[in-house]
């Protein structure tokens, strides 16, 4: 693994697992699905808890994550599920993200993610604590993903000028249709790959892929990137959806 990675990762764990009672601490995501970039992608983790977080507990996870201040440590973010909801899809956990700590639900997708690929960094792993996800369960989040979420922000415009919103939009489509199609998840670098069998603008893809992997220069502005992003997302996931 990269060097300052497996730093951030041993001094997170060192801070967390004496402020919380921490069962076990499991990487999903890039990091686990071997197609990390260091800086580039996020670091996704989820620790289980022997009992429902309380008050301290929320007071004491803050403090760990504003006391990391290594490289990349902005990019860590971790779910925090008590035991006792692990069998919840509908549960929502402790999160910390982007620098705040707010309370989400730990998906379907990164539940089988873990299943299939998990990073144990401690305690047992997934398959000994967390209940599976069904591929109907599966299915079902994703329709309700794209349709509700996906969907709906692709009407708007001003997001799709950030290049976060068009990157993982694009790849959020490419992973979902091939889930949907034959239950396997696939990583961000299979995804583009994809997109061109699900006929994106080839330009846009090159343009993803710079960004991601720095194999070239960006060569889209940001109002066309977000233009044909846009445009692509709404009209695959209305195929999909049908």
Do not use: N
């Not at 996704?44 to 504003?66: F, Q």
């Not at 967390?130 to 509700?148: G, N, Q, Y």
């Not at 976060?164 to 939009?169: A, E, N, R």
């Amino acid at each position: 693994m990269h060097a300052a990675t497996e730093r951030l990762l041993e001094v997170f764990l060192e801070g967390v697992e004496p402020a919380v009672p921490l069962v076990a601490l499991w990487a999903h995501g890039s990091l686990a699905a071997g197609d990390y970039q260091p800086g580039r992608s996020d670091l996704d983790l989820v620790a289980v808890l022997d009992t429902t977080p309380t008050m301290d507990h929320w007071r004491r996870i803050k403090a760990v994550h504003r006391r990391l201040r290594l490289p990349l440590a902005e990019r860590l973010h971790c779910s925090y599920m008590a035991r006792q909801e692990l069998d919840d899809l509908g549960a929502e956990h402790i999160t910390w993200a982007h620098e705040h700590i707010f309370r989400r639900p730990v998906t379907a997708v990164t539940r089988r993610e873990l299943h299939e690929g998990a990073r144990v960094l401690y305690g047992p792993p997934p398959a000994e604590l967390l209940p599976p996800v069904s591929d109907e369960e599966l299915a079902r989040f994703i329709r309700a993903d794209l349709r509700d979420f996906w969907l709906v922000r692709a009407q708007g415009r001003r997001r799709w000028l950030q290049d976060v919103w068009v990157d993982l939009g694009m790849v959020t489509v490419a992973r979902a249709t091939v889930t949907l199609q034959d239950g396997r998840l696939i990583s961000k670098r299979e995804a583009l790959e994809v997109l061109h069998e699900l006929g994106a603008p080839a330009v846009l893809i090159a343009d993803i892929r710079a960004r991601r992997y720095g194999t070239e220069q960006p060569v889209l502005s940001r109002y066309r990137r977000g233009r044909l992003a846009r445009a692509f997302v709404r009209s695959a996931i209305g195929r999909v959806l049908a």
